[in-house]
């Protein structure tokens, strides 16, 4: 039998400092998207010496099990010493590699340790011996649109030359005031789909550590947390303090020697002031540092913002933090995102696959759910609310959503507290709304809300203004009152704090009595529903129904085929006692609810997911060995079996997803990651969209 084709492109350009890695980090989400195994491999790496970080930033994001050292063709020190024998080792690593994957990112060199005119044809012979189509990468800024239009005519020839493919053409790094014009060149002249990308000066920007390895120098003092931030600019202090402050701009790195105390203080006092903007930090070069009266002012002020120290000059200082240029490696998250983010507003991913030829594949991987999820909440933004603005990792997952527009947040804090900290972690929430429950206008419009809901507890207004303080109160109310679509919360507060608003206020669905959750279980290929894992102790028959039916409903809101396995230690007729009479029960119940639902309990975990063991358990069901939906006898049982698939299996656990309310809230873990945060906002905005509709 002939092995599955696999889908690749090679990614190649003319010239250095093109920005690949942005085009292929777009290029390789847009692969995990689609194809279930996507493997990355690099015909020619940098350097014998060291690790390639443009590939392991790639690694990272591909979903194949290659691992580095798989992923590595050829040193150019093998290319210069015999070309024809690096090819035909390139050949054999590649289709090792392709023998694990349905598709493969191939990046091509980078012009880094040899310049020479012929690199690219010896690219395009490298990808016509893989079979691989090529996308080409080219840098426009420092061109005019005629220019770049000879470039990409010339490059074409390059590859016509050598017989290579060309499927697309991409004009990174464009001048912003003439990117229109580029892309009508680009499509004159390329003769296939083409884009074009604008230069973002952050993708070019160093972190304060790329910086400090540059000058060889040492954090004095500082969060070193901070040192990933990017100086979007550097400027000698050699002037006094006062017209230093009027040149501070946000994300600047100063140098100033470090006897200056005048403008050291000034410095520190300006970062944390507000109304000036958020420096990225302070070099103080000339190996000297603040007297002992001034480092002792310095450390009671008990600034965040990173200093270093440098035995380099001032010229020398400046020389070396303006040759840096800073890399997206795998500890660079804002890049990573502003490249993605670039990528999805610039180039139709649907074109691009069909001109890869990228096979639909039948199952759902994780990453292709999470894309999938993040589509959806793109494609009709809703405003969610998350109270807990004074957590680094919500505000870090709000520059993400804000970043690739899965949703219109509104964050809760003081707002010069929020934005602040926002500004130092070189997050940007500028177009989020910030507000403070305690002094914002709809505190008194709520608490007149508040207590009209509560009046039957005895309920005041003077009281229920107290409760309008709490932010969880506050998130809920804007929910209620329709100023926002949905609330993600529960990042440093407990279940109980986040859902015991929504009981009082949103109150629950019709036709549903209980507050459950799921976990939607990404397996390697297809998605499960896990429920209840996080809320119903102890559930009752009746809640259990309750549990089932919401449950059926999430998933068929995250486009899963429901059905529903009511899960006990007994299959069919076979068990007897309170325990399996209870899922019984409930299995009745949810049939009389929900005729059209497929749905099968008592049944055991084996018979409801295995088809081989449904055959012999439960031959003529239609839910047995192809459950969707699992509902578990209590919460004790839920939440294990969640946490031994997650670890055990290697599962991706998004959730707890609530549900059974009239309008989204949704818990977070206290222990959850920046990227757990992003995804509960998209599913809660989907959550809005289906109430919406």
Request: glycine fraction near 8%.
């Amino acid at each position: 039998m002939a092995a599955t084709p696999v889908s690749s492109v090679y990614i190649a350009s003319p010239e250095g400092d093109t920005g690949k890695s942005t085009v292929a980090l777009g290029v390789l989400q847009a692969l995990a998207a689609t194809t279930p195994r996507v493997g990355v491999f690099r015909p020619i790496t940098r350097s014998a010496n060291g690790r390639d970080y443009i590939l392991e930033l790639l690694l990272e994001h591909s979903t194949s099990d290659v691992d580095y050292d798989q992923a590595v063709g050829v040193t150019y020190e093998q290319v210069h010493e015999d070309p024809d024998a690096a090819i035909s080792e390139i050949v054999m690593r590649y289709h090792a590699v392709a023998k694990q994957c349905d598709a493969v990112l191939i990046v091509g060199s980078d012009y880094t340790d040899v310049a020479s005119p012929s690199e690219l044809r010896y690219n395009a012979r490298i990808a016509v011996n893989l079979g691989a189509p090529v996308l080409l990468v080219v840098r426009g800024i420092g061109r005019s649109s005629a220019e770049l239009g000879q470039l990409v005519e010339l490059c074409r020839g390059e590859l016509v030359a050598e017989h290579a493919k060309l499927v697309a053409v991409i004009a990174n790094r464009c001048t912003p005031e003439q990117i229109e014009a580029d892309a009508e060149v680009l499509k004159k002249v390329a003769a296939v789909p083409s884009w074009a990308l604008p230069e973002v000066p952050l993708l070019q920007a160093p972190t304060m550590e790329e910086l400090r390895d540059a000058i060889g120098g040492e954090l004095y003092s500082g969060d070193s947390e901070l040192m990933q931030r990017e100086a979007l600019d550097v400027i000698v202090g050699g002037m006094t303090a006062e017209h230093i402050l009027e040149r501070l701009t946000d994300g600047v790195a100063v140098i100033t020697p470090g006897d200056r105390s005048d403008v050291l203080l000034a410095l520190v006092n300006a970062h944390e002031a507000e109304g000036f903007p958020s420096l990225a930090g302070i070099i103080m070069n000339g190996g000297m540092l603040p007297e002992p009266s001034i480092a002792r002012l310095m450390a009671g002020l008990k600034p965040k913002l990173p200093i270093l120290s440098t035995d380099l000059g001032t010229f020398e200082t400046a020389k070396a933090t303006a040759l840096t240029r800073g890399r997206v490696s795998l500890s660079s998250i804002r890049k990573v995102d502003t490249a993605l983010a670039v990528m999805e507003e610039r180039v139709d991913p649907r074109e691009l696959l069909r001109q890869i030829e990228v096979p639909i594949p039948n199952i759902v991987t994780p990453q292709m759910f999470e894309y999938q999820l993040i589509e959806r909440a793109r494609g009709d933004r809703k405003r969610i609310v998350l109270p807990e603005g004074d957590d680094d990792r919500i505000l870090r997952a709000a520059g993400r959503v804000l970043q690739r527009k899965i949703a219109d947040l509104t964050i809760l804090g003081d707002e010069a507290a929020v934005r602040g900290r926002a500004a130092e972690l070189g997050v940007d929430i500028d177009a989020a709304e910030v507000l403070d429950p305690k002094t914002c206008p709809l505190r008194d419009e709520f608490a007149e809300e508040y207590a009209r809901l509560r009046a039957h507890k005895g309920m005041t207004v003077d009281r229920a203004r107290e409760f309008m303080s709490d932010i969880s109160y506050f998130g809920t109310m804007m929910v209620h009152m329709g100023v926002a679509d949905g609330m993600v919360s529960g990042a440093a507060h407990t279940t109980a704090h986040t859902i015991r608003p929504s009981f009082e206020i949103i109150k629950t669905t019709p036709g549903v009595s209980t507050v459950s959750s799921v976990f939607l279980m990404c397996l390697a290929d297809r998605v499960l529903v896990y429920g209840d894992c996080a809320v119903v102790p102890d559930p009752t028959s009746d809640q259990l129904a309750d549990i089932a039916v919401s449950s059926a409903r999430t998933a068929a809101q995250f486009g899963i085929d429901p059905r529903v396995a009511m899960l006990s230690y007994s299959t069919g007729e076979s068990g007897s006692g309170a325990d399996v009479d209870k899922v019984r029960t409930a299995t009745k119940l949810v049939h009389d609810r929900s005729p059209e639902l497929l749905v099968e309990g008592p049944i055991q975990y084996d018979a409801a997911i295995e088809p081989a063991v449904a055959k012999t358990k439960l031959p003529n069901s239609a839910v047995a060995g192809q459950a969707t939906v699992f509902i578990f006898p209590d919460l004790n049982t839920g939440n294990n079996t969640y946490k031994a698939v997650q670890r055990s299996a290697g599962a991706v656990a998004i959730g707890p997803v609530l549900q059974g309310l009239r309008k989204p809230v949704n818990d977070l873990s206290r222990g959850a990651l920046v990227a757990d945060i992003v995804n509960t906002v998209a599913i809660t905005a989907i959550q809005a969209q289906q109430e919406a509709q």
